[in-house]
């Protein structure tokens, strides 16, 4: 796996907003894998301002959305198509119509799951997914225990998650306690993955993904797995991890091949 230590939350959105933005360069009708949280808020205020400064456009770009919570619909100020609009898609020239979030409203949601897995089929696939993590080491509303083949689904969200994300509703406010959640499987059929993490909240999960076991009770220890995965994580998240110097020696003599060879 590739761990990046940056010094701080800035640093890791500017590297992580990088990737991304030449992603789209090179293929500028990119299918993306987006997420919510608040880790991805700043990553995505660097995709505005390279929009409006015209480093990139979106023209071409389409999205899918990892999760959404069963039971919101999408003009809700808490559900992810809401959060999306507001952090991103208004910003930005891409289609709307083009941007997926697994609807949350919807009739059949099983049905749902398997119309999400087919639409992602008939794009080609994800081009590069972006990821968070949960404390527990969750990746989407892929709570531990969750299958490591798992494809899109409605999954229950565990106690902690609940309660991480109760700061975001009022006190009488209907909170979900389930969701819609593409799969370990499905984010492991992702062609690239960019996982954010930042503050010393996410230390212990980052070592349990880096250096723990590949195991179900670790969901995101199954990127272990994936080809091209690049953890971008400041400081705080690295505290924990045993060998910080030896990514960070990696990550220099990477930059310098890069350099010699005249890439990016
Ligand atoms: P956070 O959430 O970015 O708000 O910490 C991450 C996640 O739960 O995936």
């Given amino acids: ?42 990553l995505y205020k660097e995709l505005i301002a390279a929009y409006q400064s015209g480093r990139v456009s979106f023209k071409n770009v389409s999205s899918f959305n990892l999760d959404e919570y069963l039971g919101l619909t999408g003009t809700h100020p808490q559900s992810y198509r809401y959060f999306m609009n507001q952090q991103l898609f208004d910003h930005i020239d891409i289609e709307k119509s083009q941007t997926a979030v697994p609807p949350g409203d919807a009739e059949d949601p099983f049905s749902a ?35 490591l083949m798992s494809r899109t689904r409605v999954k229950t969200l565990t106690r902690a998650t ?32 960019v996982l954010l993490a930042t503050g010393a909240n996410k230390a212990e ?14 969901p ?25 110097d030896f990514y960070k020696h990696i990550e220099m003599e990477n930059q310098k091949l890069l350099e010699r060879l005249g890439r990016d």
């Fill in 162 to 193: 609940i309660d991480d994300n109760a700061r975001f509703f009022g006190p009488d406010e209907y909170q979900p306690h389930l969701s819609i959640t593409m799969g370990i499987g499905t984010i492991l059929e992702s062609k690239k993955v």
């Fill in 1 to 42: 796996m590739k761990v990046v230590i940056l010094k701080d939350a800035a640093e890791v959105a500017k590297y992580g907003a990088d990737i991304f933005i030449k992603q789209i360069k090179r293929k500028p009708d990119s299918v993306l894998g987006l997420a919510t949280g608040s880790t991805p808020v700043a």
């Fill in 205 to 218: 999960a980052i070592k349990a993904t880096v250096e723990g076991p590949l195991t179900a009770a670790c």
């Fill in 220 to 244: 995101a220890s199954a990127l272990q797995m994936h080809e091209h995965v690049v953890l971008v994580i400041d400081e705080a998240a690295a505290s924990q991890l045993a060998d910080v």
């Fill in 113 to 147: 799951c398997e119309q999400y897995e087919h639409n992602i089929k008939q794009k080609g696939g994800i081009d590069i997914q972006l990821l968070g993590i949960g404390r527990n080491g969750h990746i989407g509303f892929n709570e531990p225990s969750s299958s």
